[in-house]
């Protein structure tokens, strides 16, 4: 790792202050880069993509590989550094038109008028576009079956995960507070201090114990990163505060064992013997194979089930029950509070509705509030300009088998994503979150409440290759190996039972360290 002494623009609400700052971030001087012609003999560790699921995968696994180790990750996306994503406005560029944006939809198809889906191809993955909210799941989340009869038990707990959990904010930097977690009990305190609270949201919390901080991959005090802006802007984070892969994993993208191959589009992977040998990707219309002992599928939701359909890893649950949050927003007006003087973007959560008896009818529900301008507009009234906050609602949905993925037979075609509804446990876990809106806001003077506005994506692919103990039921196994070729190990939201109302980054990056740590010699 290195680190350079720079002076960065700080912004905290509108003051603009300069001041020193220590940044740690990947420097890129291409040594850790290879071209087609470069590879060579077979690699230790091949890893698929670079977002949350195959970083954190290879940064435990790289904390037990020998010093000798070889291993090469390939990524169908560019590198394309903060400052270059901040000058074109965009996370992700076409490997072979540098100065070029491109979007998720240019990657998968859909049938006319169904759901959108967000996410971003690129040197570091979903870590550049996240919005750095990490929650952890509810304890029950992992256990749906067993206690409310609905989807799918995880084949692990919430003990199970909680160390992991733990090391995952340490190595992110969450921002968190340790005074007030609700039902997410830990074990170790939060790396970073919290965030304050809007004027509305610190009102909540004073009167209902079950409105808690939002814990945030954002820098609080300026420590590791550049302070938060508070803008809001947290896609193309500003002052770079947000984690990001580029800014937070220096050690493991220049680490001298591994290699870096972009631009190379992964088809499939090649099986003898019920053992995978080689991987085959493609380049501007040509087809290459790199060979190697074990091999890390990190792409995303839809491209790990598409690239194990055409290896031949066919399963009846394979690419079925695509999934992701039921999304809403709403405009609150109040009479005297603020819902936009908080430090960072997103400040609260309320949890009455995470857990209970209701989830045997309908799904879980949060509201997260906002403390930016993205929804509402500045309010005209005298006196009124900040009395107005966006609440965030999500509600949890179970896998449903007639949301799925379709992979042509043509390799060269995209993936297409059939995605009829979120479901009825999702749907009615959202009526019942905005019949309980009036209660919640009781009693703060509320002036106005906005009609609902339907979110399009939560950019939260999940559900494809579903983890279990039965190998009839799931593609892997709470260590993320796959249930037919045990050299394979799958990462990412895609391996979720069940999408969980909480964002799914954190999870993906704490289960994938616990499996990269087994990988070799772990317990």
């Not at 830990?186 to 114990?209: C, K, N, V």
């Not at 995978?276 to 839809?302: P, Y």
């Amino acid at each position: 790792m290195r680190c350079s002494d720079e002076v960065i623009v700080l912004l905290p609400g509108l003051l603009c202050l300069a001041a020193p700052l220590v940044l740690c971030r990947f420097k890129n001087d291409m040594r850790n880069f290879v071209e087609i012609s470069q590879i060579d003999g077979n690699y230790d560790l091949v890893v698929i993509g670079s977002g949350f699921g195959s970083l954190f995968f290879l940064k435990a696994a790289l904390e037990r590989l020998e010093t000798a180790a070889r291993v090469l990750v390939v990524e169908r996306g560019a590198y394309l550094p903060h400052e270059k994503q901040i000058t074109l406005q965009t996370n992700a560029v076409d490997p072979l038109r540098p100065e070029s944006p491109v979007t998720a939809e240019r990657f998968y198809d859909r049938p006319s008028g169904s759901k959108v889906w967000s996410f971003t191809i690129g040197l570091g993955g979903g870590t550049l576009c996240w919005w750095g909210q990490t929650p952890r799941l509810h304890p029950s989340d992992f256990r749906m079956k067993t206690l409310y009869g609905r989807g799918e038990d995880w084949p692990i707990s919430y003990d199970d995960l909680e160390p992991y959990y733990c090391d995952a904010e340490e190595i992110i930097g969450v921002a968190g507070d340790d005074e007030r977690v609700g039902p997410f009990w830990r074990s170790r305190p939060y790396p970073l201090p919290p965030f304050i609270g809007s004027s509305a949201d610190m009102a909540l919390r004073e009167r209902d114990p079950l409105q808690i901080g939002l814990p945030a991959a954002r820098d609080s005090i300026g420590l590791r990163r550049s302070l938060c802006c508070a803008f809001g802007e947290c896609r193309l984070c500003p002052s770079n505060a947000k984690f990001t892969a580029l800014n937070g994993l220096p050690h493991v993208l220049e680490d001298p064992r591994v290699r870096f191959l972009t631009g190379a589009n992964v088809l499939a992977l090649e099986t003898e013997a019920g053992t995978i040998r080689r991987l085959v990707f493609e380049r501007e219309g040509r087809r290459h194979t790199i060979s190697g002992d074990h091999f890390v599928l990190g792409a995303n939701a839809i491209y790990n089930a598409a690239i194990l359909e055409r290896s031949g890893l066919r399963h009846r649950e394979l690419g079925r029950g695509i999934a992701e949050q039921h999304g809403m927003n709403v405009e609150v007006q109040f009479e005297a509070l603020s819902g936009v003087n908080g430090g960072t973007a997103a400040t609260g959560q309320y949890t009455k509705l995470l857990d209970g008896e209701h989830r045997r009818e309908h799904g879980a529900a949060v509201y997260y509030f906002d403390n930016r301008w993205k929804w509402q507009k500045l309010r005209l009234e005298r006196g009124k300009h900040l009395n107005t906050m966006n609440v965030l609602m999500n509600s949890e949905a179970l896998r449903e088998r007639k949301n799925f993925i379709e992979v042509p037979e043509d390799w060269s075609a995209n993936p297409i994503i059939h995605h009829e509804s979120h479901g009825t446990y999702a749907e009615e876990g959202m009526t019942h979150a905005l019949d309980a809106l009036p209660d919640v806001f009781a009693g703060m003077g509320v002036e106005h409440i906005s009609e609902p506005v339907l979110r399009e994506t939560e950019s939260h692919l999940q559900c494809t290759t579903p983890a279990g103990h039965d190998p009839e039921r799931s593609i892997v196994d709470a260590s993320l190996t796959h249930h037919q070729v045990r050299n394979l190990n799958v990462v990412g939201t895609s391996v979720f039972p069940t999408a969980p109302v909480g964002n799914p980054s954190l999870t993906a990056a704490a289960w994938s360290l616990r499996a990269g740590r087994k990988l070799v010699g772990g317990a």
